[in-house]
């Protein structure tokens, strides 16, 4: 500022008003420099934090582990060590708004139980922080709305924690289907599903969001709508079971079948469990079939169709860094998120009609 005389800077400061001060579009502000990587909070550190996202983090490019959450003391010094975490960016349940005076994190992953999203999520948002969601979104549709509606008046951006979408194979054969490059899609079934023989998770806890739908039931949506390339119209029918009503109880689902219709008479079969090691994706089209096996590996995914292999290899957690450097590219360069909130919602419709129609027995409309 040495050029400017003082007269000249009062007068200017005079003219613009005690808002200058701290405008960044005041007469005498500098300009400050984009930031080339964006600090990252996650919030939980259960194992998907601790075992996926925090590692997938020591490998990306555009984001770092900047925060973490948690409340329990005993992880956030453990962290604090491994990670070489400030104290200033821990926190806990109780101190989380006060995320908002830190500039270190510019994006707060929720990794939480399905029943906590929304909360965590909005108050992110009104943190004045880019929110990621790990999915599911939430519990209904209807907190998938408020989560969304939050992010946006805030002008925050909000992206769901669906890695495949930024996933090589899954694009692949997308594309295929999408350019019709086998014809129409005729037909399609899925399954997603292993084995959990946990008792006291917040899987088998319906409270928390418990349940087979909202986990891997997600996995068997997302491979229908992206492996026709279409929404669907309607549940036809659905039906839910247990075998071990002493973990998945009051009628809780450990394991989910469902028919839905798609525009054009396709048909998607799709079953997921919590009793069973099932990953496999076949789209029937006019021209041969797309064959993937697995098709939502954290390890990886593959397939084949007659147009060749499907089998673009990567390590873990090479997925978790790829979709959090895609989606920090989206927010250093304020462009849409892949995968936005509307995308998780429109999941989270499909699931709450999924257990309609088992509940009832009857088809329901989407």
């Known amino acids: 500022m040495s050029h400017l005389s003082r007269r000249t800077v009062i007068k200017s400061l005079t003219l613009a008003g005690a808002g200058a001060l701290f405008s960044p579009q005041s007469l005498w502000a500098y300009p400050f420099k984009k930031k080339e990587r964006l600090g990252v909070a996650l919030v939980g550190l259960g194992y998907y934090s601790t075992d996926l996202l925090a590692p997938a983090l020591q490998q990306t490019k555009h984001c770092y582990l900047a925060g973490i959450v948690t409340g329990t003391p005993a992880k956030a010094e453990t962290w604090k060590k491994k990670y070489n975490i400030p104290d200033k960016n821990i926190y806990n349940y109780q101190n989380f708004l006060d995320i908002a005076n830190?500039?270190?994190?510019?994006?707060?992953?929720?990794?939480?139980?399905?029943?906590?999203?929304?909360?965590?999520?909005?108050?992110?948002?009104?943190?004045?922080?880019?929110?990621?969601?790990?999915?599911?979104?939430?519990?209904?549709?209807?907190?998938?709305?408020?989560?969304?509606?939050?992010?946006?008046?805030?002008?925050?951006?909000?992206?769901?924690?669906?890695?495949?979408?930024?996933?090589?194979?899954?694009?692949?054969?997308m594309r295929i289907?999408?350019?019709?490059?086998?014809?129409?899609?005729?037909?399609?079934?899925?399954?997603?599903?292993?084995?959990d023989n946990r008792t006291d998770h917040w899987k088998q806890k319906r409270?928390?969001?418990?349940?087979?739908?909202?986990?891997?039931?997600?996995?068997?949506?997302?491979?229908?709508?992206?492996?026709?390339g279409m929404e669907p119209l309607s549940v036809v029918s659905a039906k839910t079971s247990t075998t071990r009503p002493h973990i998945y109880k009051d009628g809780l689902a450990e394991t989910a079948i469902a028919t839905l219709e798609f525009p054009g008479g396709v048909f998607a079969n799709i079953k997921t469990s919590f009793g069973e090691n099932v990953n496999f994706l076949n789209i029937h089209c006019a021209k041969g079939n797309i064959e993937?096996?697995?098709?939502?590996?954290?390890?990886?995914?593959?397939?084949?169709?007659?147009?060749?292999?499907?089998?673009?290899?990567?390590?873990?957690?090479?997925?978790?860094?790829n979709q959090m450097d895609d989606d920090a590219l989206s927010i250093l360069n304020n462009k849409p998120m892949l995968v936005p909130g509307e995308e998780g919602l429109r999941d989270i419709r499909i699931v709450e009609a999924i257990l309609k129609a088992a509940d009832t027995g009857k088809s329901v409309k989407l």
């Open 177 to 195: 289907v999408n350019q019709k490059l086998l014809g129409k899609v005729q037909k399609l079934e899925d399954a997603a599903g292993y084995v």
């Open 102 to 173: 830190n500039d270190d994190i510019d994006v707060v992953y929720v990794v939480l139980p399905p029943s906590m999203h929304e909360e965590y999520v909005i108050k992110a948002a009104n943190a004045g922080k880019h929110v990621w969601c790990e999915k599911p979104m939430a519990v209904t549709e209807a907190e998938c709305s408020r989560m969304i509606k939050a992010c946006n008046s805030n002008k925050r951006k909000l992206a769901i924690g669906y890695r495949l979408q930024h996933e090589p194979n899954t694009k692949a054969y």
């Open 207 to 228: 409270e928390m969001g418990g349940g087979v739908m909202l986990d891997m039931g997600v996995y068997a949506i997302q491979g229908a709508r992206l492996g026709t």
């Open 292 to 321: 993937m096996e697995p098709y939502s590996a954290y390890a990886g995914v593959k397939g084949k169709s007659p147009l060749g292999e499907i089998n673009t290899p990567y390590q873990v957690p090479w997925q978790q860094a």
